[in-house]
């Protein structure tokens, strides 16, 4: 049982890349799945999730209007498409879930901060170069 993460890298400012997150041993049906990112030095920082069960998305200010979380069920996926990349994106980026239902936005940011999520991928590195 795991989450599995793919799709970083190094991009020029204004690039993109999409990052995957695909659950291994269970199906994320219902379930929220938060997007978050910490650089070094710097605390955890929520951006995104697909909360509740309608799976409605919230964004962070930081990343509102440039990055797109969705799912694919099918392949049993989350995305992060991520546009418009600057310098200050630069960080390890995770994906996270947990097994509580009608998980609102607040309380994904709650459950990233304190790490109380029941599932996190293994981080993948994006670096925006200026």
């Known amino acids: 049982v795991q989450l599995v993460e793919s799709g970083g890298g190094v991009v020029q400012t204004g690039g993109s890349l999409r990052l995957s997150c695909t659950a291994s041993?269970?199906?994320?049906?219902?379930?929220?799945v938060g997007w978050f990112r910490q650089a070094p030095g710097k605390e955890r920082e929520g951006l995104s999730c697909?909360?509740?069960?309608?799976?409605?998305?919230y964004y962070t200010d930081a990343v509102k209007g440039r990055f797109t979380v969705s799912k694919d069920n099918a392949r049993n996926t989350v995305y992060l498409q991520m546009n418009n990349l600057k310098p200050e994106d630069t960080a390890v980026y995770y994906c996270?879930?947990?097994?509580?239902?009608?998980?609102?936005?607040?309380?994904?940011?709650?459950?990233?901060?304190?790490?109380?999520?029941?599932?996190r991928g293994q981080g993948t590195q994006v670096t925006v170069s200026s």
């Open positions: 697909i909360c509740t069960t309608d799976d409605s998305t």
């Open positions: 996270a879930t947990t097994r509580q239902r009608e998980v609102s936005a607040q309380a994904m940011g709650l459950i990233i901060f304190k790490e109380l999520y029941d599932y």
């Open positions: 041993g269970f199906r994320f049906d219902g379930l929220a």
